[in-house]
């Protein structure tokens, strides 16, 4: 089990990953046509994200067992996704592994929004479960893998918080506000990133520590 600070700092980042206060404008769109169901979309794409990281937590180790990668590889791996995903919040962009334009006009029309995209890929997407999966690996302990999973369970909270009260922070926040925002989280997650990729070098390739 690793220290408060340890998680707190895992906290943090999987926020900023996730990001539900720049994924705000995107909810209000999606469901500018059903404004009478937000609260019940709400609902489902924090449950749905819940779900999605917990079971990354839980299966994580096991699908990197299966594929015969190794937890090095796949950090450094982990941490250039993140990396291309924190350049394109610093730049306030939607990255493309995020969700694609032909994604965002399809969920327009789509009775399903609060699972796919709002919750997969645009909040949990491959940048928080590569995220969850390296936390996952940072201790064996059963303890560790409960606090994670209450770590998931505090981030799907807020994810509901943000599109509950999506119409009022619309009003009250700025495009401006939002991209400061986005460029915070990006800042926070690209020292993140490139925190996974040196440590998966430095053990894959121990001659350059």
């Known amino acids: 089990m690793l220290n408060w600070n340890d998680y707190l700092r895992m906290l943090t980042g999987l926020i900023a990953i996730v990001s539900p206060l720049s994924t705000v404008p995107l909810f209000l769109n999606f469901t500018d046509n059903v404004q009478a169901q937000r609260k019940r979309i709400a609902r489902t794409s924090a449950l749905a994200v819940a779900c999605i ?38 730049q306030a962009k939607t990255s493309r592994t995020r969700s694609t334009p ?23 997407g491959p940048g928080a479960i590569s995220t969850v999966i390296l936390f996952s690996q940072q ?9 994670l999973i209450g770590i998931c369970l505090l981030v799907a909270l807020i994810v509901w918080a943000c599109f509950h009260l999506a119409p009022q922070i619309g009003k009250h926040l700025s495009q401006t506000s939002m991209n400061i ?3 915070v989280m990006g800042l926070i997650l690209a020292a993140m990133a490139v925190e996974f990729i040196v440590d998966g070098i430095k053990t894959l390739l121990p001659g350059l520590a």
């Open 102 to 124: 032909e994604e965002d006009e399809e969920a327009v029309n789509s009775t399903a929004i609060g699972v796919v995209p709002l919750a997969l890929p645009l909040l949990a």
């Open 53 to 90: 990281l917990a079971i990354s937590v839980v299966a994580g180790s096991g699908i990197l067992h299966i594929f015969n990668i190794s937890i090095e590889g796949f950090r450094v791996a982990g941490g250039i996704l993140l990396l291309s995903i924190a350049f394109d919040m610093l």
């Open 139 to 147: 201790s064996p302990t059963l303890v560790h893998k409960m606090i």
């Open 181 to 183: 925002a986005s460029r």
